[in-house]
């Protein structure tokens, strides 16, 4: 049921304060730099706190969000973390990097009158407030149960499961393949939307919580899932999705020419940015092309636009279906990145050195909606042309990682290579063993996961303190 939206309401939602475009460009530091205390307040004071809140609905992880918006609108953030924290342990990651557009602030009522709470914001204003608080606020903790489940992946995901299932008294031991937790959050964003010590932070909390880590552990080589359930009562996979799409065309063997992955890797886990402050080298490119249309290719071309280099973003339909956000696809356009739409690489083009050396283009036109509703792409006859880079970048997407799949006897895998799990409880067709996240679904985002995590977890312990056939 809708809500009444009232007359002489505050529809003005409160602009987030930035660093200035001339200055960021030129740095890794974060873009945006939060709501204080007083920005925080009046923002939670538009809230009219709905009956049957639309916000919560969308919530993939449950989150009471008028209860913490009131807190903040009260000024008593100690509650309003209470709150956040009891259904999402990653609040400041969240508020950095979810989606809320088409979550949370999508279910908004104020949304058909363009002045939809910044929710996304406020619970990044909770998150950062704690952090600056002299300890954790830490929650009650349930007394030993004596089980204990192995969590494989440490990313968001691996991560909401482990937190939850602690909190229930059970023994929670998480293998991540890196050498650092956070999967996706710290090889995959960059410093300037998703500061690392804002991960570690939250890694951290899950540890004082009584989370056991273990790193640089490859579950699927240094150990086997039958293995870990030889000793451990349940196993959770989050493993994500590592395996790196490429455009199908001739010349990806060429150097200069690099997976999304592999590119923001170096750059966001191993800070080559910083080079030789630490040791990872980086090529100084002059003109990126990076293929693609989501938030990955924004990315990767506002990194390889702070290492000087012009950036291109070749995208084969128009801006309009774009996958990224619009606040992505803004701070992109502001920065300087350029955009070349309906354009389709066909070809790489390589140097007598092998390396690249441009694309090979031909102009696209929109046609009917797709399977997914979007416009199709269709190619215009005869209209090739040429353009010159020393660096592209496929960011097309990514499968999942196909490592546990491939190691894991009597687990079903999927047609796309992912593992198949029950949407509602995580649970395989292996025994004991569970499920969630991008390994399941295919690259999604961080709250997605998260959610997937929050409903494994509940069916882990459900079944652990009541087993049952499975």
């Known amino acids: 049921m809708e809500q009444p939206i009232k007359k002489g309401l505050d529809l003005n939602r409160r602009p987030m304060p930035k660093q200035p475009v ?28 709905c ?11 449950e989150v009471d969000i008028p209860g913490f918006i009131q807190a903040i609108a009260d000024g008593d953030f100690e509650r309003g973390v209470r709150i956040l924290k009891a259904k999402n342990s990653l609040p400041s990651v969240c508020g950095r ?7 949370c602030e999508g279910g908004c009522a104020l949304l058909k009158k363009a002045g939809q709470i910044a929710i996304g914001r406020l619970e990044r204003f909770l998150g950062d407030w704690e952090a600056a608080q002299p ?3 830490l929650p009650q903790i349930a007394p030993p149960t004596g089980k204990r489940i192995a969590v494989v ?5 691996g991560l909401t499961v482990a937190g939850d299932l602690v909190k229930l008294g059970h023994e929670v031991t998480i293998f991540e393949a890196l050498h650092k937790m956070g999967g996706v959050l710290v090889y995959g964003i960059p410093e300037f939307r998703l500061p690392k010590r804002i991960v570690e932070r939250e890694v951290e909390y899950l540890r004082r919580l009584g989370v056991k880590m273990v790193v640089d552990y490859v579950v699927g080589k240094t150990r086997t899932v039958d293995s870990l359930l030889e000793e451990f009562d349940a196993v959770f996979v989050g493993s994500g999705a590592g395996l790196p799409w490429f455009s199908e065309m001739p010349g990806n063997n060429l150097n200069g020419v690099y997976s999304a992955n592999e590119y923001l890797t170096r750059f966001n886990l191993m800070r080559g940015y910083t080079f030789p402050m630490v040791p990872t080298p980086v090529k100084e490119h002059v003109r990126v092309a990076v293929i693609g249309g989501g938030n990955v290719a924004m990315d990767c071309a506002r990194t390889a636009l702070r290492m000087g280099a012009e950036t291109t973003i070749l995208y084969r339909r128009s801006r309009e279906e774009m996958p990224a956000r619009l606040e992505e696809i803004e701070n992109a356009e502001e920065e300087g990145v350029i955009f070349r739409y309906l354009t389709l690489p066909i070809r790489c083009v390589g140097d007598e050195r092998g390396w690249v050396k441009g694309l090979e283009c031909i102009r696209m036109e929109l046609g009917e909606p797709d399977a997914s509703g979007r416009r199709s792409p269709v190619p215009v006859p005869g209209s090739e042309f040429f353009l010159p880079f020393d660096a592209v970048i496929h960011a097309i997407g990514n499968s999942p990682n196909p490592l546990i799949p491939q190691t894991t006897p009597g687990i079903e895998i999927g047609r796309k290579g992912n593992i198949v799990a029950d949407p509602q409880t995580g649970k395989t067709t292996k025994p004991r063993v569970w499920a969630g996240g991008d390994v399941v679904t295919g690259a999604a ?5 998260m959610g997937a995590g929050r409903r494994a ?9 009541n087993p049952s056939e499975w």
């Not at 001339?22 to 706190?49: K, P, T, W």
């Not at 009956?51 to 992880?61: A, I, L, Q």
């Not at 985002?445 to 996961?449: H, M, R």
């Open 97 to 103: 990097v979810c989606p809320q557009e088409e979550q």
């Open 51 to 61: 009956k049957k809140p639309g916000c919560v609905e969308k919530c993939p992880v």
């Open 153 to 157: 992946g440490g990313g968001p995901a």
């Open 22 to 49: 001339e200055v960021r460009r030129h740095n890794f530091e974060e873009v945006a730099l939060g709501y204080d205390a007083r920005l925080a307040m009046e923002e939670a004071s538009r809230c009219i706190q």
């Open 457 to 465: 977890a509940r069916s882990i312990h459900e079944y652990l303190t």
């Open 135 to 137: 300890d954790f606020m």
């Open 445 to 449: 985002t961080v709250i997605l996961a």
